[in-house]
């Protein structure tokens, strides 16, 4: 017989197992029916974002989810055409666009941003829950390109400063300073930064581009003070005293010319410079004016050596011996503002006196009433038809030596040619300046020839007057003063009087002679 009753037995540990067993299939049914229909729809889901912008995608703060890059890159685009950056420069603003700064934004690679995440099944559905996730558009700022425009905001005729400059006024005869102007400029590190900073995020902004002044190295200040320098220079008397005690006065016109201001080696500030060479040739002129050459006399001697006349009264020169020492001090004098006081230091050039054997005397037709209204000799003869009474001229003595001078011996009415010492032709009468038109006496040198030349007093005396002359193609013409000088006069028949304008009267060949063997500077005495 036994304790255990039916109902304990029918409910035992057995039957309990069974039951839950039963309980974990039929969920783990509904599980899996649950997963093929979820699966399903999850591949569809993720099926729609395949090359797309996965869900969270933002750029620009847009949600771009499920968007081609295509699409994206329009969006991009779009945005960054309606960018304006207003850069105000000093008093001027300016409207510019992002190409204008040199910023590039790469619509395309953008877009193909937006959609670079994995697109798998889990990357899908992973983005469906982990939120908002940007992508930054693709922006390149070019700092040159921005530090280009920066340097372009001022004027390019305000960019640089200009020196104040010192400048003399020929018409005024004035020193005056022009007056600096400041430059303008830009760092361009502002502008550079602040496009740097908000290009990217592809929105309207404005930045303040300083402009600055930039000051000239030479103020204006420092002009006016250097003209101030140059008055007061100016203003100091200079002066050379030259040997015989005239005074040359170096006036502050010709100080002025000798000046120049301008930027020293540094270009840092201004210079005044002395024209050196300018001084010493202007004190080389003065000396040359106070220089005396020596003249040497000429006496006539008789055949015992006694002194008969005196042609040409000797005369001792004088030489300027200190000329670069006196331009050293002028120079010097130009270079600060102390007056200058200097003088001529010279020493005597002796002269010679050369005796020369007075010419034997000829007899001379005087025929001082000769000369017709027509300017011929009263017989009409052409002195060309004469010739020397022996036919020939005299042989000159051999081998003379010394400097080439004519006599004019206006008391024998001779010309005679000298080498030297020594007479190497001559003495040729002569026709001189009749009373009131007498020929001048002195020393002189020929100074203008001419083979043929017209000479006429209708300056003086029109045609019509009793007085007025023309003789046309006068020949070997040797002008040594003035309007006075040596000519043929085919129009007179005999010489030896006065009775000429002034000129020295002779006859052609003879004047031919004396063209052919002087030149220009031949020494020429004329005395009585």
């Known amino acids: 017989m036994t304790n255990v009753s039916e109902p304990a037995a029918l409910g035992g540990p057995s039957a309990r197992r069974g039951g839950r067993r039963r309980l974990v299939f039929i969920l783990l049914a509904i599980i899996a029916v649950i997963a093929v229909v979820l699966g399903g729809g999850a591949l569809a889901y993720a099926k729609q974002f395949e090359g797309r912008a996965l869900p969270g995608t933002t750029i620009l703060g847009q949600d771009v989810a499920g968007q081609t890059p295509e699409e994206i890159a329009a969006l991009v685009s779009d945005r960054a055409e309606s960018v304006t950056v207003s850069v105000t420069a000093g008093d001027e603003e300016h409207e510019v666009s992002l190409a204008d700064l040199g910023v590039t934004v790469d619509a395309a690679a953008s877009g193909q941003a937006a959609v670079a995440r994995d697109d798998s099944l889990g990357s899908v ?96 200040e420092e002009a006016e003070e250097v003209v101030d320098s140059i008055t007061s220079l100016l203003e100091q008397p200079m002066s050379i005293t030259s040997a015989d005690g005239e005074v040359h006065d170096v006036s502050a016109e010709r100080r ?93 050039v002796e002269s010679t006196t050369e005796q020369v054997e007075a010419p034997e005397e000829e007899d001379a037709d005087d025929a001082e009433d000769g000369e017709d209204a027509d300017g011929e000799d009263a017989d009409g003869e052409d002195a060309d038809s004469e010739e020397d009474a022996d036919g020939e001229d005299e042989a000159p003595p051999a081998e003379p030596t010394g400097e ?114 002087a030149s220009m500077g031949t020494r020429v005495e004329v005395h009585h």
Not at 190 to 203: C, G, M, N, S
Not at 406 to 419: F, G, N, R, W
Request: include cysteine; aromatic fraction near 10%; hydrophobic fraction near 30%.
């Open 404 to 517: 080439k001078w004519i006599d004019v011996d206006l008391s024998a009415k001779t010309v005679t040619a000298y080498v030297g010492d020594t007479p190497v032709w001559g003495p040729r009468p002569m026709v001189d300046g009749k009373p009131g038109n007498e020929t001048v006496t002195g020393t002189y040198e020929i100074y203008l020839r001419y083979e043929k030349q017209d000479m006429t007093n209708e300056a003086t005396y029109p045609e019509g007057h009793e007085k007025h002359y023309y003789n046309p193609d006068v020949p070997w013409v040797q002008y040594f003063h003035r309007g006075y000088g040596f000519h043929g006069a085919p129009w007179r028949s005999s010489f030896g009087y006065s009775g000429s304008h002034g000129c020295i009267n002779m006859p052609v060949h003879e004047a031919k002679w004396l063209y052919d063997w």
């Open 256 to 348: 002025s010319g000798w000046l120049s201001v301008g930027p020293d080696e540094s270009g840092q500030s201004l210079t005044i410079t002395v024209d050196e060479e300018g001084v010493r040739e202007w004190v080389a002129t003065r000396a040359e004016q106070d220089t005396v050459e020596p003249k040497d006399g000429i006496e006539q001697i008789d055949d015992e050596g006694e002194v008969v006349k005196v042609v040409s009264e000797k005369r001792d020169g004088v030489e300027i011996t200190n000329a670069d020492a006196v331009a050293d001090e002028l120079i010097d004098s130009l270079k600060g503002t102390s007056p200058l006081e200097a003088a001529f230091e010279s020493r005597t």
């Open 125 to 220: 559905i992973s983005s469906t829950w982990s939120g908002e996730h940007p992508v930054d558009p693709v922006v390149e700022v070019d700092e040159q390109a921005v530090s280009d425009y920066a340097t372009s905001l001022v004027p390019e005729d305000r960019t640089d400063p200009v020196d104040a400059e010192v400048v003399f006024d020929e018409e005024e005869q004035s020193w005056t300073a022009v007056e600096a102007r400041n430059g303008q400029g830009v760092d361009p590190t502002t502008l550079v930064d602040q496009v740097t900073e908000h290009a990217p995020a592809l929105e309207s902004f404005e930045v303040e581009q300083p402009v600055e002044e930039i000051a000239p190295a030479i103020t204006t």
